[in-house]
C-alpha cells in the first residue's frame, strides 16, 4: 500500500505540474486481476480499486493500518464501475451491478471481491474512513439511489447527482458517497465551484473515453490549478482546494466526502467571477 501525502496551500501555490500529480493524482490504481490500494494522510482516507478477473481478491490489512484487519477501525464505500460482481462480507454475498454501491461497516473481518464473467469484469472501486462506530452492510441499486438534477444545457453543466451513502441514505459513520453523471453535451461539474473546510473530497472520474480528458481544476478560488485527468483517475481535494472540471466529453465521477460532518450541503461557495 503506498502512502500519499498532500501539500498545504503554502507549498501549493510553488508546485509544478510533476509535483502537483504527485501530491494530488492516484493515476495508477487499476490494474486488471490486483487490488491496489493508497493510504492518505487528508483525513487518513484510504482509495483503491479491485479488478477481479477469473479469481476472487481479498481486501487485505497493511502494517501501515495497525490493525487486525481491514475494518477493524474502519468503514468502507465500495461502487462497481464495471461488469457484474460480488462483494463477500463475512460469508454474505451481495451482486453488484454496474454502478451499484455497497456501504461495509466496521467490525466486518472477512472481505472479497470477485467478477461474475471473467471477460466482462467488474470494477470495484474502494473509498475508506475511520469509524468510531458500526453501522450495517447496506447495499444501494442505482435506482434506489437519491437522484438529483442539477445545472443546465446553456451553461453547459446538465447533470444528475445519485446520493447512496448519506445522512438520508444508506447510514455511515463519517463516509458520503455519490455519483454524478454529465448529460450528453454537458462538460461541467461543480460549476460554480466551492470549498467546505469541515471535510475533504475525493474524485474519481471514470467513463471517460481513451481519447478523452477531464481538466479538474483546484486549490484556493484565487490562485487555481488544475489537473489532466484519464479513464479511473482519482484526484485528492482538501478542505481549501476547489474540486471542479470540465471534459472533452461527457463523463462520470464518484464523489466521496469524509471529515466533521456528514451534511451534504455544508459548503462555502466560490462566486465564478472570483476565481483566478
Not at 493515476?27 to 479488478?51: F, M, Q, S, T, W
Not at 481519447?211 to 490562485?223: F, N, S, Y
Request: glycine share 8%; hydrophobic share 40%.
Amino acid at each position: 500500500m503506498k502512502t500519499v501525502l498532500t501539500a498545504d496551500p503554502v507549498r501549493y501555490p510553488r508546485m509544478t505540474t510533476a509535483e502537483l500529480r504527485e501530491a494530488f493524482l492516484l493515476h495508477e490504481l487499476y490494474e486488471p486481476g490486483k487490488l491496489k490500494l493508497n493510504y492518505v494522510d487528508l483525513d487518513r482516507a484510504v482509495v483503491g480499486i479491485a479488478a477481479p478477473l477469473a479469481d476472487a481478491l481479498v481486501l487485505p490489512t497493511h502494517p501501515e493500518l495497525r490493525a487486525k484487519y481491514f475494518t477493524e477501525r474502519r468503514e468502507v464505500g465500495v461502487l462497481n464501475i464495471g461488469g457484474a460482481g460480488t462483494v463477500n462480507v463475512g460469508g454474505k454475498n451481495y451482486e453488484l451491478r454496474n454502478v451499484d454501491v455497497l456501504y461495509i461497516g466496521r467490525g466486518n473481518e472477512e472481505i472479497s471481491f470477485a467478477s461474475a464473467d471473467k471477460n466482462a469484469p467488474a470494477v470495484f472501486y474502494l473509498l475508506s474512513y475511520p469509524a468510531h462506530t458500526s453501522c450495517p452492510v447496506a447495499l444501494v441499486r442505482k435506482e434506489d439511489a437519491l437522484p438529483t438534477e442539477l445545472g443546465s444545457v446553456e451553461t453547459c453543466n446538465k447533470r444528475t447527482i445519485y446520493k447512496y451513502i448519506h445522512l438520508d441514505g444508506a447510514r455511515s459513520c463519517q463516509l458520503v458517497m455519490g455519483v454524478t453523471h454529465l448529460h450528453a453535451g454537458s462538460n461541467w461539474n461543480t460549476m460554480p465551484p466551492h470549498t467546505h473546510m469541515r471535510r475533504s473530497e475525493i474524485y474519481l472520474y471514470f467513463n471517460v473515453r481513451a481519447d478523452a480528458r477531464v481538466i479538474h481544476l483546484m486549490g484556493p478560488p484565487e490562485e487555481t490549478r488544475h489537473l489532466v485527468m484519464a479513464d479511473k483517475d482519482v484526484v485528492l481535494s482538501p478542505g481549501w482546494s476547489i474540486h471542479a472540471g470540465v471534459g472533452t466529453r461527457a463523463y462520470s465521477f464518484c464523489w466521496g466526502m469524509g471529515g466533521e460532518n456528514q451534511d451534504y450541503a455544508d459548503m462555502d461557495a466560490a462566486p465564478v467571477e472570483a476565481l483566478r
